[in-house]
């Protein structure tokens, strides 16, 4: 079974630095690329980049260009996404989801909730 | 970007209708790469519909998807209680990718 665990919450001060991960099994983790998309109340479901762990390619979404850090280590199939210093605009929930080919996401992780706040 | 807007908003009908949801691209989506995903309270997205008509293996056949270039439907054709939730259409064609606001399926 195809599985995508995501860290748990976390609840942070702005200008702290954060990694959050998403763990997969169930398949070859170098094989699929992994997107990470972001969940507000105001702004919906936005794409934010993805990375192809066979050989760390990344992509960003212009909007998150610069203040995120997509990443992956192969051997523990973990990808990451990093914050240096995060803001108040950055709480919300965080999914990565596994990329079929160059096409959709079909399996998502559980989602890790962050909450930036003094 | 290509904004996808979806409509309605909030749609409210009971347990045995049918229901249809819009979603409208700002510009024509790369070879019908359209998906809908569907949301409950506390879940992550779970996808429905990819290439605009295709659906995945545990999707009930009362769900189809139909639609091109700018313009895409989500029809659910009898609904189940457990169909109440938010529907989200994504564009993976062009990047950056982009999702609709969703629309809410609420029981009437």
């Known amino acids: 079974e195809v599985q995508l665990v995501q860290s748990g919450a976390e609840v942070k001060k702005p200008g702290e630095s954060l990694k959050i991960s998403c763990k997969v099994s169930g398949y070859i983790f170098t094989s699929y690329w992994i997107g990470w998309v972001r969940q507000t109340p105001g702004k919906g479901l936005e794409w934010m980049g993805l990375?192809?762990?066979?050989?760390?390619?990344?992509r960003y979404s212009p909007s998150f260009q610069g203040q995120v850090t997509i990443s992956a280590d192969k051997s523990i199939s973990t990808a990451y996404l990093q914050w240096s210093s995060l803001k108040a605009s950055d709480t919300a929930i965080y999914y990565c989801?596994?990329?079929?080919?160059?096409?959709?996401?079909?399996?998502w992780g559980n989602g890790t909730t962050v909450t930036v706040s003094s | 970007e290509i904004v996808l807007t979806q409509s309605p908003g909030t749609l409210s009908l009971s347990p045995g209708e049918r229901a249809t949801l819009s979603c409208r691209a700002s510009q024509s989506v790369s070879r019908n790469y359209l998906a809908w995903y569907q949301q409950k309270p506390g879940q992550a997205p779970r996808l429905l519909i990819f290439g605009a008509s295709s659906k995945t293996t545990d999707i009930p056949d009362r769900f189809t998807g139909s639609g091109s270039g700018t313009d895409f439907t989500l029809t659910i054709s009898r609904l189940d209680p457990e169909d109440f939730a938010v529907y989200y259409c994504?564009?993976?064609?062009?990047?950056?990718?982009?999702f609709g606001q969703g629309t809410k399926l609420e029981i009437k």
């Open positions: 990375i192809y762990p066979g050989d760390s390619d990344t």
């Open positions: 994504h564009q993976y064609g062009t990047s950056p990718y982009s």
């Open positions: 989801a596994r990329r079929v080919g160059t096409l959709f996401m079909d399996v």
